[in-house]
């Protein structure tokens, strides 16, 4: 039932920037916190970004800080990430994630790809 769809990955140059958007569907989105993490290939998957669920408190991993800005439209039921300065280390999967239940689960998208190099 609780859905999260990734899009807007691709191919940039470093210096680049890219949006990533994540359409949430199957449960109460403006109740809810929501995260973008990302994985890089041969590496584990780790949080980069963190919104409230009214939109008005957001918080970064240190090395995107500066760099990334997430969003949310709760009438749109949409969480984006807008990545500029994009460095070569910034390529990989990247996933939007939702916590929620009394058992706390995590539920995840199917991930969109994002490469940066030259």
């Known amino acids: 039932q609780v859905q999260l769809v990734e899009s807007g990955g691709g191919l940039v140059q470093p210096g680049g920037s890219l949006r990533l958007s994540c359409a949430a569907s199957g449960f109460r989105f403006s109740d809810y916190a929501m995260n973008w993490y990302r994985q890089a290939p041969g590496k584990g998957r780790v949080w980069v970004a963190r919104?409230?669920?009214?939109?008005?408190?957001?918080t970064y991993e240190g090395s995107v800080q500066g760099r990334f800005t997430i969003s949310r439209d709760n009438a749109k039921s949409t969480v984006d990430l807008q990545m500029d300065s994009l460095k070569p280390e910034d390529t990989a999967q990247y996933f939007c994630n939702v916590r929620m239940g009394w058992s706390q689960v995590d539920y995840w998208g199917q991930g969109t790809e994002v490469s940066v190099s030259s």
């Open positions: 919104i409230s669920s009214a939109g008005d408190s957001t």
